[in-house]
């Protein structure tokens, strides 16, 4: 069975450090993972995605993951956080057992980024 | 462009009006999904439609009704809603229904039912 864990559902950075919100899922076949940002009122923007390729992804806005096959984990990662940053991000798994119900989605981590 | 339009952004309606979401997609999708998404909640799924066929309902009362009039057009008819159903809608479209498929999520349409 599917799912996903998102380890932090809050967590508070101050401007120009590090950003880690963390992943673990859990899949019986070879996983597609997302990670998708909700900005205040609005709608889901895809941040990066990891289907089998290169585990190292780099996404929009400086954000990168790495899919850990060990760990099952995909960690998000930016090195410099903006104000710009803060935002719901939701960690997403689907793989080809499925089916048409494509996404599982964790909980959400709220970022919040101090000046 | 991966570009998902949905309106209108806002809509309020009365327990005994009948209304429309609508949601459109220029990207050759063939799968376009219906999700409701309460405060503080991720986004659950409604309906999939694949090739413009129902292709899952998600057990979604019947005061909600789904349609697909082409490949690039979703709808949702609302009628005799209940508070509780007062959420942000989101429509989404993917190339193809299933992994490793990406879903492309629209700005969503934000309902309140007074």
């Known amino acids: 069975a599917q799912s996903v864990t998102q380890l932090d559902s809050h967590v508070s950075v101050s401007e120009g450090t590090p950003v880690l919100l963390r992943c673990n899922y859990s899949?019986?076949?070879?996983?597609?993972l997302f990670w998708y940002v909700q900005h205040p009122n609005k709608g889901l923007q895809l941040l990066l995605k990891y289907t089998s390729a290169a585990t190292l992804v780099k996404g929009i806005n400086g954000f990168e993951a790495e899919f850990k096959k060990s760990e099952t984990s995909f960690h998000l990662t930016k090195p410099s956080a903006h104000m710009s940053d803060a935002a719901e991000y939701f960690c997403v798994v689907s793989d080809r057992q499925t089916g048409a119900n494509n996404l599982f989605f964790g909980t959400g981590t709220r970022l919040t980024v101090i000046p | 462009d991966t570009e998902v339009t949905q309106t209108p952004k806002h809509l309020v309606m009365g327990m005994t009006n009948k209304k429309s979401l609508k949601c459109e997609q220029h990207?050759?999708?063939?799968?376009m999904y219906w999700y409701k998404q309460k405060a503080k909640k991720p986004p659950e799924l409604m309906f999939v439609y694949s090739y413009e066929k129902l292709s899952i309902n998600e057990s979604v009362p019947s005061r909600f009704s789904p349609e697909c009039p082409n490949s690039s057009l979703l709808n949702l008819h609302l009628h005799a809603l209940q508070p509780e159903d007062s959420a942000l809608y989101l429509c989404?479209?993917?190339?193809?229904?299933?992994?490793?498929?990406?879903?492309?999520f629209g700005e969503g349409s934000w309902l309140t039912v007074v």
């Open positions: 899949s019986s076949y070879s996983p597609s």
């Open positions: 989404a479209s993917s190339q193809y229904v299933g992994a490793p498929n990406t879903i492309y």
């Open positions: 990207m050759g999708h063939r799968a």
